[in-house]
């Protein structure tokens, strides 16, 4: 590990010049990245300081304990106690700062939501998972941006297009993709009876523009009238947009925009942030598994989560957490539940390097 350190320090004092240079930063895209890479750097060459000086404090005091006696001996007893700590602390948050990066931290991330399974009840819940989303974006500080909207006769989401921007976005919410299943009542049963319904979560990383080369002679743009629940009109011009790439066959539509303009270009980022994704999965040899993964076909047996309104519940099936407070993470606390899903992916990242 200290030869892996020393290596990076050294890359850490390069990237400091380089930052430093006017040619550099008359580059805004090479700029960027080498912004991004001096954040990750930084934070293991701090603890990597702190590692060596603490390691220090330890073997200075210990050579001077059997020096002393009485008092001062057990000051210096706690002191090495206290320095040991620190190193096996330190030891640990380098492990896992060493280990390989997934190549989408410090991304925004979009996200799509959708009722699934469930008739109504699917799209309700899909809307009760975006004010979740929204207010747990608003607890970390994060930028939530609605893209476009599918609105259902009962107010819920067919669709719900919206991204998050900010500090860890992307290594949270990337854990929640896949189908979410709900267990209760619904407002259309008469007769009180638990339904179980379910909405499935997308989570794309969002591309630059410079990232993903389309060519515009691979697009079919069409053009209609914006419409709301059930199908009526609330636009008398035609500025919705659907933009098909037509060699992935991938489809996106936008209408939540007053403009034909603004409309396509929200389009645009969303369509970049799926062809990214496709190729990242290309690139890993699963060519799309990831995002079928997270979808699934939407059935209520398929999930990556439980809300049980009845026991106040939360399961999450992957890790076998449940946590009885369900009420507070649909309110967007939802810290205890992506706490455990990066420790756990932690977790498998060490196992799987040592």
Same mark, same amino acid.
């Given at each position: 590990?200290?030869?892996?350190?020393?290596?990076? &320090?050294?890359?850490?004092?390069?990237?400091?010049?380089?930052?430093?240079?006017?040619?550099?930063?008359?580059?805004?895209?090479?700029?960027?990245? @080498?912004?991004?890479?001096?954040? $990750?750097?930084?934070?293991?060459?701090?603890?990597?300081?702190?590692?060596?000086?603490?390691?220090?404090?330890?073997? =200075?005091?210990?050579?001077?304990?059997?020096?002393?006696?009485?008092?001062?001996? $057990?000051?210096?007893?706690?002191?090495?106690?206290?320095?040991?700590?620190?190193?096996?602390?330190?030891?640990?948050?380098?492990?896992?700062? @060493?280990?390989?990066?997934?190549?989408?931290?410090? %991304? +925004?991330?979009?996200?799509?939501? %959708?009722?699934?399974?469930?008739? &109504?009840?699917?799209?309700?819940?899909?809307?009760?998972?975006?004010?979740?989303?929204?207010?747990?974006? #608003?607890?970390?500080?994060?930028? @939530?941006?609605? @893209?476009?909207?599918?609105?259902?006769?009962?107010?819920?989401?067919?669709?719900?297009?919206?991204?998050?921007? /900010?500090?860890?976005?992307?290594?949270?919410?990337?854990? &929640?993709?896949?189908?979410?299943?709900?267990?209760?009542?619904?407002? =259309? $049963?008469?007769?009180?009876?638990?339904?179980?319904?379910?909405?499935?979560?997308?989570?794309? *990383?969002?591309?630059?523009?410079?990232?993903?080369?389309?060519?515009? +002679?691979?697009?079919?743009?069409?053009?209609?009238?914006?419409?709301? *629940?059930?199908?009526?009109?609330? +636009?008398?011009?035609?500025?919705?947009?659907?933009? =098909?790439?037509? *060699?992935? /066959?991938?489809?996106?539509?936008?209408?939540?925009?007053?403009? #034909?303009?603004? +409309?396509?270009?929200?389009?645009? #980022?969303?369509?970049?942030?799926?062809?990214?994704?496709?190729?990242?999965?290309?690139?890993?040899?699963?060519?799309?598994?990831?995002?079928?993964?997270?979808?699934? /076909? /939407?059935?209520?047996? $398929?999930?990556?989560?439980?809300?049980?309104?009845?026991?106040?519940?939360?399961?999450?099936?992957?890790?076998?957490?449940?946590?009885?407070?369900?009420?507070?993470?649909?309110?967007?606390?939802?810290?205890?539940?992506?706490?455990?899903?990066?420790?756990?992916?932690?977790?498998?990242?060490?196992?799987?390097?040592?």
């Amino acid at each position: 590990m200290l030869d892996k350190l020393s290596s990076l &320090e050294s890359e850490f004092a390069d990237v400091e010049r380089r930052l430093a240079d006017p040619d550099v930063f008359a580059d805004q895209a090479r700029y960027r990245e @080498l912004a991004r890479r001096h954040k $990750e750097l930084e934070a293991i060459v701090t603890r990597s300081h702190e590692l060596r000086q603490r390691a220090d404090d330890a073997a =200075t005091a210990r050579e001077m304990l059997g020096e002393l006696a009485g008092e001062e001996r $057990e000051l210096i007893r706690q002191e090495i106690t206290e320095a040991d700590a620190d190193v096996a602390r330190l030891t640990g948050e380098l492990e896992l700062l @060493l280990l390989p990066k997934d190549p989408n931290d410090g %991304r +925004n991330v979009i996200v799509e939501i %959708r009722g699934a399974e469930g008739g &109504e009840e699917a799209n309700l819940f899909a809307r009760d998972l975006f004010g979740m989303y929204q207010g747990y974006a #608003q607890r970390q500080g994060w930028k @939530l941006e609605v @893209l476009n909207t599918d609105v259902s006769e009962m107010g819920g989401f067919n669709e719900v297009t919206f991204s998050v921007s /900010g500090e860890g976005a992307w290594t949270r919410l990337k854990h &929640e993709g896949g189908p979410h299943r709900v267990q209760r009542v619904p407002v =259309t $049963e008469s007769q009180g009876r638990i339904h179980t319904s379910s909405a499935t979560v997308t989570v794309l *990383p969002e591309a630059d523009d410079v990232e993903v080369d389309i060519d515009p +002679n691979d697009l079919q743009i069409d053009v209609y009238r914006s419409s709301g *629940p059930g199908g009526q009109s609330v +636009n008398t011009t035609d500025s919705a947009v659907r933009i =098909t790439h037509k *060699p992935t /066959g991938v489809t996106v539509s936008m209408q939540d925009q007053k403009s #034909q303009i603004q +409309n396509r270009a929200k389009a645009m #980022q969303v369509l970049r942030s799926r062809l990214l994704k496709l190729e990242q999965d290309r690139q890993s040899a699963e060519l799309s598994e990831a995002r079928r993964d997270q979808v699934g /076909g /939407g059935g209520r047996s $398929e999930k990556v989560r439980t809300y049980n309104f009845k026991e106040n519940r939360v399961s999450d099936h992957r890790i076998g957490l449940t946590i009885y407070k369900l009420d507070k993470v649909l309110a967007g606390e939802l810290d205890d539940v992506s706490d455990a899903l990066v420790q756990d992916e932690q977790t498998r990242r060490l196992t799987e390097a040592g």
